[in-house]
């Protein structure tokens, strides 16, 4: 089934929210990046926001502090979380792993 043309008007509210869920993406790695949140509370909050829900599981890895992408592909790997993975993706034992693993 092919997809209907949108409008200009369908364009534009689509490109503003994804401005908008790309923001939210933003503020919330950094906010891990200053520590200002715990990851507990970022998968919480994913759960209601789904601009966060979308976030990889990899970009909310890098942002921690001393977390570059090797440690985060260590990380993926030892708690059998796929690279590709989203908060939204991730089953409650992958959560549990990566809360206690984490927020120490």
């Known amino acids: 089934m092919p997809l209907q043309p949108l409008t200009e008007e369908q364009r534009a509210a ?8 790309r923001l939210v993406r933003a503020e919330v790695k950094d906010a891990i990046k200053n520590r200002k949140m715990t990851i ?3 998968l919480k909050m994913a759960e209601t926001d789904e601009a966060v829900a979308r976030l990889k599981v990899t970009d909310l890895l890098t942002a921690l502090p001393g977390v570059g992408e090797v ?3 260590n990380i993926l790997e030892e708690l059998n979380i796929a690279a590709s993975r989203r908060l939204r993706g ?3 034992h992958q959560r549990r792993a990566l809360i206690e693993l984490l927020d120490r």
């Open 90 to 92: 991730l089953g409650i």
């Open 14 to 21: 689509a490109r503003e929210k994804a401005k908008k869920a």
């Open 71 to 73: 440690r985060s592909e």
């Open 40 to 42: 507990s509370q970022v």
